[in-house]
């Protein structure tokens, strides 16, 4: 049972023991009043090169002897400046423009906002007005995120408020059920976008799918006239082994979502990038053609900073090998570990893997998620277990130490 006025996110507060107090973190540990835990899921996904990275730390501070919030309609700095032009340059070709708010969620919204923009200043009227998502996605918890999400036990009270989509499978083998189901969709000719999580489903239960498929994806949108979104939230800076997962299918979408790892996961910043064709449709002297859309922390120029801090690592180059390194540390010991009885459908994808625990009854509710959540939290290792399915997202600093003590601790769990 958990006491006091904070409300956890994701957490059973009737159920769920009083958590660890953390005091402190570095690298890839966070100390806390009962001991040091190994964050293996790099504290939700966020935190790339490890805790409190320094130079990312050091822009952080140099930022703050100067700036702080300030009105981004009307005013502009140079830590957005710098920074948009640098994701400019990473980003895959084609994509020109840098919208910024400050979560996952609402990258995403933008996105779906942009979208629809676009083609109700290509149509002049609501014909394109459909999306299409694939089975088991997850682009967040607002309500417009959520509607473009898969349904369940998650969401299943909000769902009046939540608007129709169009769903294709999750693609299996050579995702020809997915692609058919996609170009029928998109033949109908009322589809606005694509959202798809590039090469990982991850809250879905990190559910792997072939670069092939992706580009399969964008070769329909491209003969049909649909956006492609790619939600590169989770995926992006590095997490599939190449900097952006749509890299690995060497192609770009229309619009493109970052959040979690664009500031190293020190500080929240997102920004949603278009190609050049979705920022024209709102280029205009009519100011009905305004992208109306800000929240108050756009832009925040402390968090600018920290993100430019993070892309200036990724321009100096020197981050493959580090991204191969643990793609190999995470190669040889999921190999180990799928070797013994208990253990299914080992899967990687550069520096993530996933394994499932054999059980009769899955699903994020299955009982062994929380057991097990518990026996590793005993064993000094953080991993947040998706049901049944066990998965290590380490951040980048990790050492082979550090990676034997999570696999150990996993290992023991069966
Ligand atoms: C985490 C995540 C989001 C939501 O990001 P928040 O910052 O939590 O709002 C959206 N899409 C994907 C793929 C994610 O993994």
């Known amino acids: 049972m958990i006491d006091g006025p904070v409300w956890h996110p994701f957490t059973q507060h009737a159920t769920e023991p009083a958590p ?88 995403v919204e933008v996105a779906l906002k942009m979208a629809l ?48 989509v169009d769903r294709i499978p999750v693609p299996r083998a050579d995702g020809a059920a997915t692609l058919d189901a996609f170009r029928a969709l998109a033949r109908g000719g009322e589809i606005a976008a694509l959202v798809v999580e590039p090469l990982i489903l991850g809250s879905g239960g990190m559910l792997m799918y072939d670069a092939a498929v992706l580009a399969g994806l964008r070769r329909i949108c491209d003969e049909h006239g649909v956006l492609m979104i790619a939600d590169e ?9 190449r900097l952006w997962a749509c890299d690995h299918a060497g192609i770009a979408p229309d619009i493109l979502c970052t959040s979690k790892g664009l500031t190293g996961g020190a500080v929240p910043l997102a920004a949603t990038l278009a190609c050049e064709k979705v920022y024209q449709a709102h280029y205009s002297t009519d100011r009905a053609r305004t992208f109306f859309h800000s929240s108050s922390y756009t832009a925040n120029p402390i968090a600018c900073a920290a993100g430019l801090a993070n892309v200036r690592i990724w321009e100096a180059g020197g981050m493959q090998p580090v991204l191969d390194r643990v793609a190999a540390m995470q190669a040889e010991r999921l190999a180990a570990l799928a070797a013994r009885p208990g253990w299914e459908n080992p899967r990687q994808q550069g520096t993530i893997v996933a394994i499932d625990l054999s059980v009769g009854q899955a699903g994020y509710l299955a009982e062994d998620g929380p057991v097990m959540r518990a026996h590793f939290m005993d064993r000094g290792v953080l991993l947040r277990p998706l049901g049944n399915t066990v998965y290590v997202m380490p951040p980048y600093c990790v050492s082979e130490a550090d990676m034997d003590e999570i696999w150990a601790a996993i290992a023991s769990y069966r």
């Open 20 to 107: 660890p107090v953390v005091r402190r973190t570095e690298g890839a540990y966070i100390h806390t009043d009962r001991g040091r835990l190994i964050d293996a899921v790099s504290s939700w996904w966020v935190i790339t090169h490890g805790h409190r990275h320094p130079p990312i730390m050091d822009a952080i501070r140099d930022a703050a002897t100067r700036l702080d919030q300030v009105i981004f309609a009307g005013l502009t700095h140079d830590p957005a400046e710098q920074l948009a032009a640098a994701l400019v340059r990473l980003a895959p070709e084609g994509l020109t423009r840098v919208f910024y708010s400050d979560s996952g969620s609402t990258a």
């Open 117 to 164: 923009g676009y083609w109700r200043a290509a149509d002049g009227t609501d014909a394109h007005h459909r999306i299409v998502v694939m089975d088991r996605s997850y682009h967040g918890d607002t309500i417009g995120t959520m509607s473009v999400g898969a349904r369940g036990v998650f969401n299943a009270a909000y769902g009046p408020l939540m608007f129709d």
């Open 233 to 241: 939230v989770m995926t992006g800076w590095g997490r599939t082994g």
